[in-house]
């Protein structure tokens, strides 16, 4: 099992970022995909969550407006597209895949840095 992120990078104020998240060695399609980030001395906190189906997402009140988040079970990814970056999205994101269905297995992905600075 594999989940592969990429799209991370330094970017200014106010600018956009495109996160993706690759996986592999499981059913995408019968996983809810999930956006978390951890900054400095914080908790890992959940950004954005999609359905297996990607009928239905939800997100942090902190990037409402800003985040959207999507998939593609063709292709086995998971996105994150984010503008209006703001210096407190500073964060390592992480890409985290959970079983709609009894076994409820879960994986975390390796993280990719997003930096937000002037």
């Known amino acids: 099992v594999q989940l592969v992120e990429s799209g991370g990078g330094l970017v200014q104020p106010g600018g956009s970022l495109r996160l993706s998240c690759a996986a592999s060695?499981?059913?995408?399609?019968?996983?809810?995909m999930s956006w978390y980030r951890q900054a400095p001395g914080k908790e890992r906190e959940l950004v954005a969550g999609i359905a297996s189906t990607g009928g239905s997402t939800d997100y942090a009140d902190s990037v409402k407006g800003r985040f959207t988040i999507s998939r593609d079970n063709a292709k086995n990814t998971v996105y994150l597209q984010m503008n209006n970056l703001q210096p407190e999205d500073t964060a390592v994101y992480y890409c985290?895949?959970?079983?709609?269905?009894?076994?409820?297995?879960?994986?975390w992905g390796q993280g990719t840095q997003v930096t937000v600075s002037s």
């Open positions: 060695g499981f059913t995408f399609s019968s996983y809810k």
């Open positions: 985290y895949a959970l079983r709609s269905l009894v076994p409820y297995l879960r994986y």
